[in-house]
Each structure stands twice: as C-alpha cells, then as structure tokens.
C-alpha cells in the first residue's frame, strides 16, 4: 500500500504578520522564517521526505511566488508544487487539490508551520494507519488529548494520514477548516487512533512569533 505526502503551505499569514507589526518588525512569511539552517517550510518538506512517504505534494496559495522563489530549487527533483485557484480557500480545499495530485493509498497530511515534527513521528502515525484492522477506515493524527483509540473528534488537527479517496469524497465541495469534517467522518464511524508525540514542541503550529520563539528553544 502507497503513501503519499500532502504539505499545506497556502495560507494568508495573517496572525503572524499582525503580531510582527505590532512588534515593529520586519514582515516575515512564518513559513520562511529561519529554523536551524533552513527555513520552517524546508525543515517541515524535509522531515516530510525523510519518513516512509512515496511522495510530496505542497499546496500553495498566498504568496506562493515569494515561498517558491525562497525554496523551490532544493526540491525540484523530489516535490512536486500546486497552486489553489483560487488562492483565497479554506484548508480543506487545499488539501483536497493535493489529494487530487497524488497517487499513494493512503494520505500523510502535514501542514507547513510544524517544523518540530520529527519523521518518526510522522512513520508512527502511517505504521498505527496501516497496521489497524481495517485501514481504509481509520485515521491516525498527532495526539491533541488522549492517545490510542479515540472516543472524539473534537479538537484534532494535522498531522493525520487517512485513505485517500475516501477523506476526498468528505473534502469535496467542502470549504471549511479541518475539524467539522473530521467530527463528520468519526461520526460515520471511522475508527481514530491519537499518536503521542516525540515531546512537547510537536504540538506546536507556528502562528504566531512567540510560537516560533518557542519551535527554535
């Protein structure tokens, strides 16, 4: 069984920028903000290849010139760039346009602001997916609360691996956040299991600077 890797690096910035003005800051895209010797998107693209995927596919949208400007001659053999048409959707819109460009089974969906997640974290979350009992009906996902199987919804996020073509049936006409559609496919029965993460700055999404300050600590 295939798996394939869909990054999500298509959104507006906006929390961060208002923070960096009212900082007094330079405008810095968070996604191209320096993390070790690379940006937060290159380590997040990095740490994405280095696990157990057949393939990367990363989503963009706004600022998509200035992000591929910033990084995409590293990568040209190895990912393959989207853009939204338009630019201004939800989440779920671009993950259902990397879904619709890729070939694996099975989905590892990553968004571009969580640099400290590790890849092995990343390969426990496809090993929980794939040695469930029934994996086209199951989702793993980086833990929010509890771990192992889950008896809610609420509250999660990515990363997640899931079936491909069913999450693109929850995703279609769909522009929404994540969670109301995870909430709809635990409600139709899709067994959930939680991950545990490798330590406590997994669970970070940079959002915000003190969110980057924090990632780089």
Request: charged residues 25%; proline residues 3%.
């Amino acid at each position: 069984m295939s798996i394939s890797a869909i990054v999500t690096a298509a959104g507006k910035n906006s929390r961060m920028r208002d923070d960096q003005i009212s900082r007094n800051m330079e405008i810095t895209n968070k996604l191209l903000l320096p993390f070790n010797s690379k940006t937060v998107l290159e380590t997040v693209i990095d740490n994405t290849l280095s696990s157990n995927v057949d393939e990367c596919i990363v989503v963009l949208g706004h600022y998509s010139d200035e992000i591929i400007n910033a990084i995409s001659n590293n990568y040209d053999d190895v990912v393959k760039f989207i853009i939204n048409n338009p630019c201004d959707v939800g989440l779920s819109t671009s993950l259902y346009n990397g879904l619709s460009n890729i070939a694996g089974d099975f989905a590892l969906c990553v968004t571009g602001d969580q640099p400290t997640v590790s890849s092995e974290t990343m390969n426990n979350i496809i090993d929980v997916l794939l040695e469930s009992q029934n994996p086209f009906k199951t989702i793993s996902v980086l833990r929010r609360r509890k771990t192992g199987k889950l008896d809610t919804a609420e509250g999660l996020g990515m990363p997640f691996a899931a079936p491909r073509l069913n999450l693109m049936e929850y995703l279609k006409n769909e522009d929404d956040n994540l969670n109301p559609i995870l909430r709809k496919i635990f409600s139709d029965g899709y067994t959930f299991y939680g991950i545990k993460e490798k330590n406590e700055k997994e669970l970070l999404n940079i959002n915000y600077y003190d969110d980057y300050l924090k990632s780089i600590k």
